[in-house]
């Protein structure tokens, strides 16, 4: 599928949980972003998939202990 199929984004999201819940929070940081990336520039803003980037990135940055991010 190439390396910026819209498919990867939901195993990207999973590597990041799976990472961030095993306390790899750097790897997960890199998913996130790499998924965050991927989901702006192949689907459009209103498709169903992209708040899951925001609530992983969410869930990431609260484990982090960063709250101000989490909000965002």
Not at 23 to 30: D, L, N, Q, V, Y
């Amino acid at each position: 599928l190439g390396s910026d199929h819209p498919r990867l984004l939901p195993i990207l999201l999973d590597l990041a949980a799976a990472s961030q819940r095993s306390g790899r929070h750097r790897e997960a940081a890199g998913h996130v972003a790499r998924a965050t990336e991927l989901a702006a520039a192949r689907l459009p803003p209103d498709h169903p998939e992209r708040p899951r980037v925001h609530v992983v990135a969410g869930d990431l940055a609260r484990a982090r202990n960063d709250p101000a991010t989490a909000r965002g």
